[in-house]
């Protein structure tokens, strides 16, 4: 019988018509990162390498493949804002992807109000239903197996503040589905959106005593 599993080794090539390594860790929550630079200009720009990794304080985190403004940013400043990206916001979200200069500031660029922050010095997409504020806890360039540096940046920040629209709260519970998040996936321009028909529930198994 034939091994049905393609294999390959990522440092001698996939094989394939397209890196399938982004398709199969997908959907990919965006991190919508804004910042502002040491002169005061604001930037944006969406990294689907990213997620939460603690709740208590929460930690989120992104990684930029080169060293880009928003690292740049937060490396001078120690802050930034994370922003949902979602389906109503989609053309506004991919316009902010554009490689510009840095003194271009990417809300003005894809037509985004500002809203304030309270305890950081960034702005964040006012019409995004929800908002972190972060302070830079670790910025970590990443390395190989053979210890060799990449040119990747891991930028993890503490949230210190939430941002929730209240549109998006019914009995004290933030409403996901009605938020419309959107999600990168694999290939050039693949996204996923969520919907009430692929929800399903199950609770965590609890161990049993004997």
């Known amino acids: 019988m034939s091994n049905p599993f393609h294999f390959y080794q990522p440092s ?8 399938p390594l982004k398709s199969i860790i997908a959907p990919r929550p965006i991190g919508w990162i804004s910042s ?7 930037n944006l720009a969406p990294y689907s390498f990213f997620n939460v990794f603690a709740d208590a304080p929460p930690i989120i985190g992104f990684c930029s493949a080169g060293w880009k403004d928003s690292v740049a ?8 804002c994370w922003n949902l990206a979602t389906q109503p916001l989609a053309e506004q979200m991919n316009i902010s992807c554009m490689g ?3 003194e271009v500031d990417e809300f003005v660029l894809a037509g985004l109000e500002k809203a304030p922050s309270q305890l950081v ?25 053979a210890k060799q540096p990449m040119d990747n940046w891991l930028v993890l ?34 996204y996923f959106g969520i919907s009430t028909a ?13």
């Not at 001698?12 to 890196?19: E, I, K, M, R």
Request: net charge negative; aromatic share 6%.
């Open 121 to 145: 010095d960034v702005p964040r997409v006012a019409a995004s239903p929800a908002s972190f504020e972060c302070k830079l806890t670790q910025l970590i360039r990443l390395e190989t197996a």
């Open 100 to 102: 510009v200069a840095n």
């Open 157 to 190: 920040g503490e949230v210190v503040g939430v941002h929730i629209n209240q549109a998006f709260i019914k009995d004290g519970i933030y409403q996901t589905i009605a938020a419309a998040p959107i999600m990168r996936a694999g290939g050039p321009a693949s």
């Open 12 to 19: 001698a090539g996939h094989g394939l018509a397209h890196d």
């Open 73 to 80: 940013n937060i490396e001078q400043t120690g802050e930034f």
């Open 198 to 210: 692929t929800e399903f529930a199950m609770a965590r198994p609890t161990a049993s005593s004997k």
């Open 36 to 42: 502002r630079n040491a002169a005061g200009i604001a």
